[in-house]
């Protein structure tokens, strides 16, 4: 008799570590200041009980884990010894791929060379460092808790320690940034030769210290049109560096493209875990309760995290498919969404993708749709017209 072996389908976890050291101005995550006794709680009902569960879960539905991205808040906010310990659980218990990309989120003021040593042994082959800026001016304005020289510093020993895959994140359009300032900033980030940047322009949610400052006149935020300038100043400048541009916000040397955040902009499926993480798996979202207690207290009565459930319409799929997969420089494979959804988003939106072929925005090569670098600058709107 022969034996048919199931395939096993490929997923991508992320786990949200909470803990700060400080709420950065324009920030609306969910994080909480670091304590310690919190902090040993968490780990515990995080590691103990919803890592065990899941792993079972991953083996008993033959998934195998493809990326793991571990974020927060700031994940080395917390002592080296929890980080690790994560890390070495997940690798150990979870079904991972021979080249599972292992990505831990950083702040530049929260690691040393001796910390940064323990993740890579542990398992991390990715770390992404929010830099945000190497103007120390920006970075005040920012209420980030790092130097421009800590950044390089971090930088530096990231690569003593043997990392390979390193990512910046940058922002651009902090009120009172010059375009100069920008550019200087940007200029020396490359000089770092890290094999990925994402270059985020700055959001100021209501209700954060910064969107206050604004309202008091304390602060002026930048145009529009000058956020565009710096836009096309940056994409222009990693083009001339040598960086490949895959996605709205992000650029990489060839084959360093984030793969943890390809599975989200492909509409593929993940699992969250820790507080306020989300998962997306067999169609359904699910979101944990968003307070660090909560979700302790939750796990440790043998109650589930999940607060938050929805099984996606097919309507909804299709439109997550069109915002996401226009995100990417490669675009919409349309012959893909025809085989996941039934839908024929050439046919379906013939009139408006022709007036979008002619206004310049989209081009359709290979059976992919795509943004042109034009439409990039006026993305949301083309999704609103395809959508």
Known sequence: MNLVLIPMKPIGIYIHIPFCVKKCAYCDFVSYPLEKGHVQAYFDALIGIELTDVCLSLTDTRRVVETIYIGGGTPTAVPGNFMTQLLIDCLKKMPVSDNVEVTVEMNPGTVDPAYLAALIAAGANRLSIGVQSLNARTL??????????????????????????????????????????????????????????????????????????????????????????MYIAIRERLKTAGYTQYEISSWARPGFECGHNLNYWRCD???????????????????????????????????????????????????????????????????????????????????????????????????????????VLVADEVIVWLA
């Open 140 to 229: 005040k304005v920012l209420g980030r808790i790092h130097s421009p020289d800590e950044a390089k510093s971090c930088l530096e020993a990231a690569r003593a320690a043997g990392c390979k895959n390193i990512n910046l994140d940058l922002i651009y359009g902090t009120p009172g940034e010059t375009l100069d300032e920008l550019i200087t900033s940007l200029d020396e980030a490359v000089s770092l030769a890290p094999e990925h940047i994402s270059v985020y322009g700055l959001s100021i949610p209501e209700g954060t210290p910064m969107h206050r400052s604004l309202e008091a006149g304390r602060l002026s935020a930048i145009t529009d049109d000058v956020q565009r300038e």
């Open 269 to 375: 499926e993940y699992l969250g875990l820790g507080c306020a993480a989300s998962s997306y798996l067999d169609g359904v979202r699910r979101k944990n309760v968003d307070d660090h207690n909560e979700y302790v207290r939750q796990l440790q009565e043998g109650k589930s995290p999940i607060v938050e459930q929805e099984t996606l319409t097919q309507k909804q799929r299709i439109d997550e498919a069109i915002m996401l997969g226009l995100r990417m420089r490669d675009g919409i494979f349309l012959d893909r969404l025809v085989e996941r959804e039934g839908y024929d988003l050439a046919s379906e939106r013939a009139g408006q993708i022709e007036k979008l072929l002619n206004s310049g925005l989209i081009e359709i090569e290979g059976g992919w749709l795509r943004l042109t670098d034009e439409g």
